[in-house]
């Protein structure tokens, strides 16, 4: 879609700070738009902590990927790609409009629902269902009389949970896959008919008679974001609701850790050094393409395998997230606490579910080492080579999760580290997810 930009008579660069990093900002730095003190501060400020959005002149003509909210659209000018406010952007008839692919890639992605062997995933996932189960039960009194909306149901456990352990007044359970159908027949065999309704669409277009006292949703993809189903969960908030209601998980955090992986190393890069007593090491730099390009979803770190302490890289609140925060960043240093071979990070996620009230209990589903494994089991970047560590030493870096400008449900995550400092010692490395 091409649009030409109107009314906008000055170049403007707009930087938009991530209320979540807000306090890692040193003081009085905060940027404000369009103005040379602008660029001055944005131009002294870490500029990874912020999301820029595209600078355009009258007349420039955008090439506009996705239109995520009304106000805010994703662009592209002159090969640079960002947030442009729509009130300032005129659609251009296109002469021929060719069709261009669904950069959220609905068909693939819904199509994948329609069977069983993901939702048997989910549901055989113990740590996960129980957690959700948990909450409810938690809040069955709070949930007394209200409205809920769960938000992707899949076969509906969640809402049959609602209808189980509460009495809410009705459950809207939204699944845009033909799962749906399946769904009905599970709310009507378990006698559950007058609470959860079952609604089939997409939640960014279904219409729902009422605003809602409660989102709940299963939403979290591998390395916390991927699939950003997350994006979905913002819009149906903003839209659906009510002021002080409560969404479900209330927050999300994305966890790093240095590890050694001796095992991994060994089977993918090792045994090339002399398979059968041959030597086959010139074929270690396919091995290191093929095996340590792309994460490793479904890897199990142990705790004995960290290196140091854990850290939350990224913390997402749920109430207050945007969806152009979605190219959220973090910054980490390690300081480590066993000698040994650093080999790759590690990263799992923790979601919380707050009580609705005031002095109920949170639930946590924390998919690290220390608790029970979950089907998310946790992501694994190898670095290209090893590097040998001891008990004090420093990694240090930045990790950027930068969302894929075409291809909405991807995301690059950027890794960069220094050992001690050090600018000799360094490592940069990013790793597609999965485009
Ligand atoms: N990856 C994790 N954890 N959960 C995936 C959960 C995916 C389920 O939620 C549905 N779903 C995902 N996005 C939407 C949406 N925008 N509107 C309606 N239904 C949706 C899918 O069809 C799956 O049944």
Known sequence: ?????????????????????????????????????????????????YVPQLSF??????????????EWW?????????????????????EEEEPVEDPWQDEEYFGSYKTLKLHLEMLSDKSRTEAYRHVIFNNSAALRG???????????IISLFC????????????????????????VKQ????????VLQGRAEEIQLPEKVDVLVSEWMGSCLLFEFMVESVLLARDRWLKEGAVTWPSSAALTLVPCQADGYYAEKMAFWEHPYGLDFTPLQPLARQEFFTKPRFSHLVEPAECLAAPCHVIRLDMYTLQIRDLEVLGRFLFCVERSGIFHEFTAW????????????SAVELDT?????????????????????????????????LRRNPVWRRHMNVFLHWSINGSTEDVGTKTFPMWR
């Not at 955008?62 to 239109?67: E, T, W």
């Not at 939204?174 to 027949?185: G, N």
């Not at 089991?377 to 001891?390: G, I, N």
Request: hydrophobic content about 40%.
């Open 190 to 197: 378990n006698g559950f008919e007058e609470v959860v309704t």
């Open 57 to 70: 002149s009258s007349g420039d003509m955008l090439l506009v990927h996705a239109k995520p909210t009304s």
């Open 163 to 186: 209808a189980q352990l509460a009495q809410p007044s009705v459950v809207y359970a939204v699944e845009a896959c033909s799962m749906a159908a399946y769904t009905r027949q599970l």
């Open 349 to 360: 996620f923790t979601v919380h579910f707050n009580s609705m009230e005031a002095e109920g």
């Open 146 to 156: 209200k409205v809920v909306m769960d938000l992707g149901c899949g076969t509906g």
């Open 368 to 400: 690290g080492p220390s608790a029970e494994p979950t089907h998310w089991k946790r992501t694994l970047f190898m670095l290209d080579r090893p590097v040998s560590v001891c008990a004090g030493d420093s990694i240090s870096g930045t990790i950027v």
């Open 1 to 49: 879609m091409i649009h030409i930009v109107l009314r906008w008579d000055f170049h403007v660069v707009v930087f938009q700070p991530q209320p979540h990093f807000q306090s890692l900002f040193k003081s009085g730095q905060n940027p404000s738009s369009s103005s040379s003190r602008n660029d001055d501060a944005i131009s002294r400020l870490p500029a990874l902590f």
């Open 74 to 94: 994703w662009a592209e000018l002159h090969g640079v790609i960002g947030y442009v406010p729509a009130s300032v952007i005129r659609q251009e008839p296109d």
